[in-house]
């Protein structure tokens, strides 16, 4: 009785909402929801911290296996390679050093992307309806586990029917054939890197609009977002993708948007701004 009284306490307030059969006054439901706010931005740095940290152990492990990776898939790709075969050069050795150091960076995002999907759901259960639940596994198995098959996809059939195709198209009479080993590989690691920005942008977009992070109807930093993965797709893909930058990056923002539509929205409770009324 002694906590209702001191809610009813407010009853004189002009600012006021019922909540539970209690009255509560607007301050009070404000100050409860920044200190909500707060813990919960407690809860994304540590995840981050955790990503973080991760991020950096596999990077050193797969620093060390990268060049076993590397050969084994030489090995399986239609190519003759071998030193009776020397149709694979690398005419740039920087640029081989930059690919590798490229090829650990994006095993390791791929690898740690299952794991940070863990910790995004478990930090979100407990605010989710079960409906928003269900979505939100939908959403998690689509950009952190799909997309990690997609990418192996990508790199154990796609690139070798690309070599298929070349290799059947012919080449002419009396030239050497000679194939830019950094080059092959900036087109694998280009497409993976869409896929992974797709992912991470897809996700971002989705969870801001479940926990109420919107304006209108939309996400609050929905146009920054877009326009910094967009930028960062223009910037980052390598020069074989020249002439379409900015097609590929159009369709990763127009996708992972019209993905994170669908997500249900959560709305607020209390709207100072536009709910004004009394309770008798």
């Known amino acids: 009785m002694g906590s209702i009284w001191r809610l009813q306490d407010y009853s004189g307030s002009k600012d006021r909402t019922q909540s539970e059969g209690c009255i509560v006054s607007a301050n009070q439901y404000h100050n409860l929801g920044n200190l909500?706010?707060?813990e919960h931005f407690v809860e994304i740095h540590l995840i981050a911290r955790k990503s973080a940290f991760l991020f950096i152990l596999i990077s050193v492990i797969w620093s060390f296996l990268c060049d076993q990776a590397i050969s084994i898939w030489l090995e399986?790709?239609?190519l003759p390679a071998g030193p009776n075969n020397e149709n694979l050069a690398i005419f740039a050795p920087f640029?081989?050093?930059?690919i590798r150091w490229s090829v650990v960076m994006l095993l390791s995002i791929v690898t740690i992307l299952p794991l940070i999907s863990i910790m995004s759901y478990k930090f979100a259960k407990p605010g989710l309806y079960p409906r928003e639940r269900k979505?939100?596994?939908a959403v998690l198995l689509l950009t952190t586990a799909i997309v990690p098959a997609s990418i192996m996809l990508i790199w154990v059939f796609g690139l070798p029917t690309l070599f298929d195709l070349s290799i059947s198209n012919g080449y002419p009479d009396g030239v050497l054939i000679r194939y830019d080993a950094a080059s092959i590989f900036s087109l694998g690691l280009g497409a993976t890197w869409v896929?992974?920005?797709?992912?991470?942008t897809t996700t971002t977009l989705s969870l801001s609009r479940i926990f109420g992070m919107i304006h209108s109807g939309r996400t609050r930093f929905r146009n920054r977002l877009l326009a910094i993965s967009s930028g960062i797709i223009i910037l980052t893909l390598p020069v074989e993708y020249d002439g379409l930058k900015i097609v590929i990056a159009l369709l990763m923002a127009l996708s992972a948007e019209m993905l994170s539509q669908s997500a249900p929205v959560k709305m607020e409770v209390w709207d100072s701004h536009t709910n004004t009324e009394l309770t008798n």
């Open 76 to 78: 399986k790709s239609p």
């Open 195 to 200: 896929l992974v920005v797709w992912s991470v």
């Open 36 to 38: 909500n706010h707060s």
């Open 95 to 98: 640029d081989w050093i930059q």
């Open 135 to 137: 979505w939100l596994i």
